[in-house]
Nanobody, 117 residues
């Protein structure tokens, strides 16, 4: 089992920045791929970004490309999402997930990001 805890969400004005963190604990000896997803009110959960643990390759949704950056910390069990030039449409609950490839088995509880116009 892997436990994931997100932090760093909050309220920010449009154009501002936030950095989300995801700390993994438990069975972290495996090299999981890590992803960030978000869910806005009344909408389905959507993919935001991911990082492949084996080689650090990153993937982004078109809507955040060029504004968001996913990275991993020096400690194996931490991943970050740097969000710049935030827009009101980025408002959502952001979730961290761990898995292999496109299959995510473990999810965090989510952290709220609210962008005011």
């Amino acid at each position: 089992q892997v436990q994931l805890v997100e932090s760093g969400g909050g309220l920010v004005q449009a154009g501002g920045s936030l950095r989300l963190s995801c700390a993994a604990s438990g069975r972290t000896s495996s090299s999981y791929d890590m992803g960030w997803f978000r869910q806005a009110p009344g909408k389905e959960r959507e993919f935001v970004a991911a990082i492949r643990w084996s080689d650090g390759r990153t993937y982004y949704a078109d809507s955040v490309k060029g504004r968001f950056t996913v990275s991993r910390g020096n400690a194996k069990n931490t991943v970050y999402l740097q969000m710049n030039s935030l827009k009101p449409e980025d408002t959502a609950v952001y979730y961290c997930a761990a898995g292999f490839g496109n299959i995510y088995n473990y999810w965090g509880q989510g952290t709220q990001v609210t962008v005011s116009s």
